[in-house]
């Protein structure tokens, strides 16, 4: 072993003794983890859209960044129907929700500003806001009151800049829903902007899967990202804004400015894809029949809080007994990953099970039986 990596060797290893050393392991048996809500990623339906764009000449990269000969018209069409989608008046399309996060939270709020973020945000936007100058709160997770009493004891304590109030319509560990219409008051109480990430709602709920923050879309004060890689099936994240965001991103945005501009064969592909998504109603029909099944048969025999969206967690709480589970289940021919800290908290390992139009009821059930047999007493 090199010196030099001694100290990672000995971190590698307090992590497998803890049962949270992680590795990467190939896809294998029934779909119960990805964020392919709506079963696109490998459809043939996007298999004919970068079909499509290649034989429309489209480059399959781009080149370099978007300021200097990344900037493509793929680009620039997909942001434009995006807006158009989203409700927002204007929209930057950028490669990974990651990327759009930092982007966002290190850009946008300023020095003398004051961001409050809910306890269990992305890691994204943590990463983010570290590389920003805005002081930063947590609140209470789905707690608006928290979030009100964050902003009045810091202009209490003499706080004087812009207030931004950072969640997600939907989280991703937990499947619950934020109280979006209640912190849009808030929003509006302290004069604040609200940032809110719809990963995990694009493409499955609001009207033509426009998200769960579709009735603030518009509102000069409000910012929605809606990642492309979950529900829409390919890659890449957009940033609805107002259009003096965006270009203050394009302008100032480091994770925007020093990153390669996306593929415009993807850019390509994500346009079909919300086309294809506001289309068929049908497909989200399809996919609550399924979560309606997993609340019907899983959630009571687990114990599990059932869940009206399409992420159910099941809190273990341990986390070799989680890992085991997981295994054991894996054997079993179903994909479902345990899920431990520092990801969820101290206490909360848990299996994440992720409904997609990847597996039918039959699956599900199966799922169901297979559970009875494996979970292993604490």
């Avoid at 946008?108 to 943590?126: E, M, N, T, Y």
């Avoid at 609001?206 to 890689?229: D, F, K, M, S, W």
């Avoid at 940033?239 to 302008?251: E, G, S």
């Avoid at 992420?311 to 589970?325: C, F, K, N, Q, W």
Wanted: aromatic content about 6%.
């Amino acid at each position: 072993m090199i010196a030099f990596f001694e100290e990672q060797a000995a971190q590698l290893d307090a992590l497998k003794r803890a049962s949270r050393l992680r590795s990467l392991a190939p896809r294998s048996g029934k779909d119960f983890a990805s964020n392919d809500y709506l079963g696109l990623a490998g459809s043939t339906l996007l298999h004919d859209a970068l079909r499509e764009g290649m034989a429309l000449g489209l480059p399959a990269g781009s080149g370099g960044s978007r300021l200097l000969r990344g900037n493509h018209p793929a680009h620039e069409a997909l942001e434009a129907e995006a807006a158009a989608h989203y409700g927002s008046a204007s929209a930057l399309f950028v490669a990974t929700g990651f990327a759009a996060n930092a982007a966002i939270f290190a850009t946008l709020p300023q020095r003398g500003d004051l961001v409050v973020h809910d306890a269990l945000i992305h890691a994204s936007a943590h990463d983010g806001m570290r590389l920003g100058r805005a002081e930063t709160r947590a609140a209470l997770h789905n707690d608006p009151q928290a979030f009100e009493d964050a902003i009045t004891a810091w202009r209490g304590s003499g706080g004087a800049g812009r207030v931004w109030i950072a969640v997600e319509s939907l989280y991703s560990m937990d499947g619950d829903r934020a109280p979006l219409a209640d912190l849009a008051q808030v929003a509006a109480r302290h004069d604040a902007i609200l940032i809110i990430d719809e990963a995990h709602a694009t493409g499955v709920f609001g009207t033509g899967g426009r998200g769960l923050a579709e009735a603030l879309a518009g509102q000069p004060n409000v910012i929605t990202l809606h990642t492309c890689g979950k529900a829409l099936g390919c890659e890449g994240a957009l940033i609805c804004a107002p259009r003096i965001a965006i270009d203050f991103i394009i302008n100032r945005g480091r994770p925007f400015i020093f990153s390669t501009a996306p593929s415009p064969l993807v850019a390509h592909m994500v346009r079909k894809a919300i086309g294809l998504v506001a289309s068929h109603d049908d497909w989200r029909e399809d996919l609550f029949a399924r979560v309606a099944e997993v609340r019907t048969l899983l959630a009571p025999r687990l114990g599990a809080t059932p869940s009206d969206t399409q992420i159910l967690p099941v809190i273990i709480g341990e986390d070799a007994r989680t890992m085991r589970i997981a295994s054991a289940l894996q054997r079993q021919g179903f994909d479902i990953r345990g899920i431990r800290p520092p990801t969820v908290p101290q206490g909360t390992a848990r299996l994440r099970i992720s409904i997609t139009r990847n597996v039918t009821k039959g699956d599900i059930g199966a799922l169901s039986e297979s559970l009875d047999r494996i979970m292993i007493p604490a």
